[in-house]
């Protein structure tokens, strides 16, 4: 047996995707997805993501981390999901969808994907930090120079501070470029390593931006291209009406036989 595969990349935040609505890919074997993601064994990804079927919804994303464990949101996995939709000719160029953290809607726009996010009700703030939940948990510190901080080290400590717990958190480093433009590097839970881009914590770091006057839409440079998030800003704190919007695009399509991973 073969498994058939994509592999799509949004801001060089890479995937694995599976077209599984007429399949039973045995996601529940995290050896096998965490093989995969392996970039020299396997594949190579920071996630795989199955496209399925649901009786509600134009399609179901379910995503799992390269460590292999289900996730819970991924901002740039969705975008690529839809492309992969579209792509596949499931949807046109709207979808309404579900993933780990429920409903989202979604629009093609020619090069571009526009993924509605949930509303954010609350940020902490923990000394000069935040810390907020765009779908997956965000960590978020601005620093001074994003370029020469040692993401790896410093966002581990963070990672694995027992604040966190088992849960862990993602962590998020933010430079302020100008009005309306941030640059974020990403420490990502279950890749356990930097990422050229995490859409969920490229929403987190806007968002924080936003408390710290910056207005919308905020340009956000990563090292994988750029994104832009969009919201509305409650009175009384929180936020609303959140887009995530950046290019994914399919990288190349191939199988591989299952007994040798
Ligand atoms: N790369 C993803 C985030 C995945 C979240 C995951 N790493 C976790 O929270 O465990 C994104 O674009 O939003």
Redesign the pocket.
């Known amino acids: 047996m073969a498994i058939s595969f994509y592999k799509y990349q949004g801001t060089g ?1 890479d995937f694995v995707m599976v077209d599984n609505r007429k399949h039973n890919f045995p996601a529940d074997d995290e050896a096998l997805v965490k093989s995969l993601c392996d970039r020299r064994t396997g594949v190579g990804a ?2 795989l993501i199955l496209l399925q079927n649901h009786p509600d919804y134009d399609f179901e994303m379910v ?1 799992y ?1 390269a460590d292999g464990r289900v ?7 969705a975008r690529c999901t839809v492309r992969f939709a579209r792509q596949l000719g499931v949807i046109e160029d709207v979808a309404c969808f579900l993933a780990a953290d429920g409903e989202h809607q979604a629009s093609v726009e020619r090069d571009l994907i526009q993924l509605k996010m949930h509303d954010v009700k609350e940020v902490e703030q923990i000394g000069e930090d935040f810390y907020l939940n765009t ?3 965000h960590y978020v510190r601005f620093v001074e120079d994003v370029e020469l901080l040692d993401v790896y080290e410093e966002g581990r400590a963070i990672r694995y501070n027992e604040r966190f717990n088992e849960v862990g958190t ?1 962590v998020n480093f933010v430079q302020r470029l100008s009005d309306n433009e941030i640059f974020v590097r990403t420490y ?4 356990e390593d930097e ?1 050229l ?5 490229v929403t987190a770091a806007a968002l924080v931006a936003g408390m710290k006057g910056m207005q919308s839409p905020v340009k956000v440079k990563v090292l994988g291209g750029e994104l832009q998030v969009a919201f509305e800003q409650h009175e009384t704190g929180g936020f609303k009406h959140i887009y995530l919007m950046g290019p994914a695009r399919q990288v190349f399509s191939g199988t591989v036989p299952l007994q040798q991973v």
């Open positions: 935040n920071d996630g995503y981390n996730g819970s949101m991924c901002g740039n996995g779908g997956s948990p993602n990502e839970r279950g890749v990422t881009s995490c859409g969920t914590g």
